[in-house]
């Protein structure tokens, strides 16, 4: 291992850390005006985005950063949830973008956290779904004029997890996901009159263990078709749901493929066209649906690489949210009709030097019940190419999300170092189908783990890794695995690395957010009271008298997805069975926004391997 770089400022890992990103979108009706995330002040903020001159002008100064907004409709305001210290519980500020106003809209109210939030297309309405212990989650509508707004109109209001809702042209429709634990994980959609709560318009049920995610209606006065999602064939499938006369129009799946998840992006403003993205196999495939004709159009000139978000504009151009493994994410513009490159949108903040990735490349191992597992492997430039080498295996949080073959700082620091390093969309992830994303449902912890230990068995088939020398690594749920594998399977590693990790899901239930107490119940099947031994089996905590290899742990002491109590357990646990571990605490939350925070956390791991490889030695 090269230990050189690890304090040298100008190290090619920090370079890649401390360039300047930026996330653009553009406002619903309004295609001058946007709202940018970025980080060029050194921690992410909020900006107004004026898309005519490329302008940016600073809108929040939080320090401990803001990576959340929205911007409404017209343009005219930008919303965030302003929270003390990154614990994500707050009030919803609304600022007026031409004269920077900022408004509490919730004054009275204690505080709470923010699901999401949206404004109708006329930018008369706005709702926005919160959460907290006393009231579960609730959503409330709002008239609006600028930012002047009526009193708080309460829709809907349920102990389940809620997280995807959308509202109609004129804000009186409002449709609604949530869960229900008698579903198992699945979840339905339920419709509701916002001039009238009480009034139920319908429900939209694909039974059980199915979901359907609602994106948005259609942009047209008087419409009240829904562009929605369902995998109730296995894997996610857009259609167009009428709530008005139930009318479904389920999209042609011949035309699109029996593999892969389909995702509708955006609908177009004159309510023709429907934007889609397809992932497979990590491949990112934009195309355009016309509703009339029921053509579907492949955009075949598309730039490769991994694709987040798009929406129509008025010339007819397509604005996506774009990044490869070699470049950083960008917003830019794709020919409506052929996906080819027009522009960069949001002029690139990158520096002129970029230092080059290395090459990554997927693949796929069998766990122990003979499902295949992605991955994707990345390998130091060698004198030799000899292996095997000391091992990097990563796992991404959520557990409902992927890894990418994006643009990758945290697995370039390792493989400048010289190592292997892999990252795994073990069972769990989203794009894999509906069966393996609910695979782990009220077994958390089992079928992530087999995948983690049959990574490490190709690993070490492959020649790639030496057998003593893999460490783990993730944040937030990875960082779960992590300790949960260390000890489940004390000797299969020589050390792990967790960062604002989940121990002890039962305390974690009872001190956690609302949003995400609601959520854990949709994982377990239920709360602690009513699945006990599940939340010991599948929690850290309860095997730390088998661990061997070293821990560092680095954690929030604002976060209330990971709350201090179930870790400051964990710790003195830990210590109780003299057990090697290292914990680092920091202010902030969930997020890590401060750029020379996450270099610090990094440098920190570097030096802590460091340490073990040489304790190894002697």
Known sequence: MNIAPITDENAPWKQRFRLSLSRGYLARCNYERGLVVSNKSGIYQLYSWNVSNGELRQLTQHTTGKEKGMISSDGQSIYYLNDTQGDEIGHLICINTETDEQIDITPDMK??????????????????????????????????????????????QTSNFTENFAISYDGQLVVIETRDTEKGAGSNLVVFDTRNPKKHIGTLDDGMDVNIVPKQFASLSNDTRLLAKSNRSGIYRPFIWNVSTNERIDFASEQLGSEGDVTPLDWSSDGKLILLLHIHNATFQVYSYCIDDGILNKLIEQPSGVIFDAQFSPNGSIIVQWETSNMPLQTISLNGKTGAFEQIMLKSLINDQIPPSHLRRSVTFPSSDGQLIQGWLTLPVTNDNSGPLPTILDMHGGPEDVSPNRFGPQTEVWVDHGFAHLSINYRGSI????????????????????????????????????????????WSYGGYLTLLALGKHPNLWAGGMAGIAVVDWTIQYEDSAERLRGYQKTLFGGTPEEKPELYITASPITYVEQIIAPVLIIQACNDTRCPIRPMKNYEAKMHQ??????????????SLNNIEQTISHIERMLHWVQRVLNTNKT
């Open 577 to 590: 069975y003299n057990k090697n571990c290292e914990i680092e605490w920091f202010d902030g939350g969930h």
């Open 431 to 474: 794009t894999f189908g509906r069966t393996f994303q609910h695979k782990i449902y009220s077994n958390i912890g089992y079928w992530e783990i087999e995948d983690v230990v049959a990574a490490r068995t190709w690993l070490i088939e492959q020649g790639i890794a030496q057998a003593n020398v893999i460490f783990l690594t993730g």
């Open 111 to 156: 505080p709470y956290s923010i699901i999401t939030m949206k404004t109708d297309y006329i930018s008369r309405t706005l709702a926005y779904l919160i959460s907290d212990k006393e009231n579960g989650f609730q959503l409330f509508t709002r008239s609006m004029i600028s930012t002047t707004f009526g009193p708080p109109n309460l829709i809907y």
